[in-house]
């Protein structure tokens, strides 16, 4: 599965934001795209591991 390596936030189905902080994780400037391929490549992500989380009534803290 491939998974962007930012946090992301898609809008609309038409534009994605990327979250971008330094090393010491101060943030960074934000990126926006709009291509087609990279709202597909976010969207299949986002699906892809919301199917494999743990639904919140059943989350433990161990």
Same mark, same amino acid.
């Given at each position: 599965?491939?998974?962007?390596?930012?946090?992301?936030? &898609?809008?609309?189905?038409? !534009?994605?934001? $990327?979250?971008?902080?330094? %090393?010491? +994780? /101060? *943030?960074? #400037?934000?990126?926006?795209?709009?291509?087609?391929? &990279?709202?597909?490549?976010? !969207?299949?992500? $986002?699906?892809?591991?919301? %199917?494999? +989380? /743990? *639904?919140? #009534?059943?989350?433990?803290?161990?």
């Amino acid at each position: 599965m491939a998974l962007p390596g930012s946090d992301f936030w &898609v809008f609309d189905d038409t !534009l994605v934001r $990327f979250g971008q902080f330094s %090393g010491d +994780g /101060v *943030p960074q #400037e934000a990126q926006y795209r709009d291509e087609p391929e &990279v709202i597909k490549l976010c !969207l299949d992500a $986002f699906e892809g591991v919301w %199917g494999r +989380g /743990v *639904p919140h #009534e059943e989350y433990e803290i161990r």
